[in-house]
């Protein structure tokens, strides 16, 4: 019988883990999964498991020579442009297989108010023409990086984030420190106890962070939604984990 393959999962995502999960019930697959190590007691998934990061694409490449990794599932989060740029390059320069495993993103429907901005700074910019002035009050749920360009925006804003924010914060705010799936019932009591102007997320897709669309859309609040980095050009993306495992492995 010949030696298992050795797979390597970035993220810790909802996909990257249910990947694990596939992956540790095959006889034929060693799975190790690596997690940037940015969210504290983060959910472990199945299988060996590595935190921290590689050094960049040259670590990463140096890491799959050395571990001889056969493969490489990139099911990291959709804004985490620079590890799948890494990736994508370490892949590349070792011949090692990558596919990018990335959910698809939100589309708005009837009813929805939504501004499409193409960052998060971009976001900040456009937050203070949705606000009535220093009135203002904004649900902001891009996660605990780049808060600090908002901190200049003159309005009250109730950040959610899984673990507390480093960095210029907003001078008015409220840490509101929880970890998803988030129901549609949470979400409508959240937004009824806020009151909010505007709500501002980033287009993470799926479905534990979707019920607060549908919660701004029976409120008619205006939603700022920050558009997913670009892929690098030439890569492999499947939008499920079963697509992405079938198209890994060859099976």
Do not use: Q, Y
């Amino acid at each position: 019988m010949s030696a298992p393959r050795t797979v390597l999962v970035l993220g810790g995502t909802t996909e990257g883990r249910a990947a694990a999960a596939a992956l540790a019930g095959r006889d034929d697959v060693r799975v190790v999964s690596s997690l940037a190590g940015a969210v504290r007691s983060p959910a472990l998934p199945d299988g060996e498991v590595r935190i921290g990061g590689f050094g960049g694409a040259a670590g990463l490449a140096a890491h799959l020579r050395a571990e001889r990794v056969a493969a490489v599932l990139d099911a990291t989060h959709p804004f985490a442009s620079t590890m799948t740029a890494n990736a994508a390059a370490a892949c590349a320069g070792t011949g090692v297989p990558l596919v990018v495993l990335r959910r698809p993103g939100w589309t708005p429907g009837p009813g929805d108010r939504w501004h499409r901005v193409a960052s998060v700074a971009a976001a900040a910019a456009a937050l203070p023409g949705l606000l009535p002035g220093p009135a203002g009050r904004v649900l902001l749920t891009t996660g605990r990086g780049g808060l600090a360009h908002f901190a200049a925006v003159d309005a009250a804003f109730w950040i959610r984030a899984v673990d507390p924010p480093d960095g210029p914060l907003p001078a008015r705010h409220e840490l509101l420190l929880d970890r998803g799936p988030f129901a549609l019932d949470d979400e409508r009591a959240l937004f009824g106890a806020v009151v909010p102007h505007v709500l501002v997320t980033k287009d993470s897709g799926g479905a534990a962070t979707a019920p607060k669309l549908t919660a701004a859309r029976e409120r008619g609040v205006p939603v700022l939604v920050v558009d997913r980095p670009p892929l690098p050009g030439g890569v492999a993306v499947e939008p499920t984990v079963d697509a992405a495992l079938a198209r890994l492995l060859g099976d």
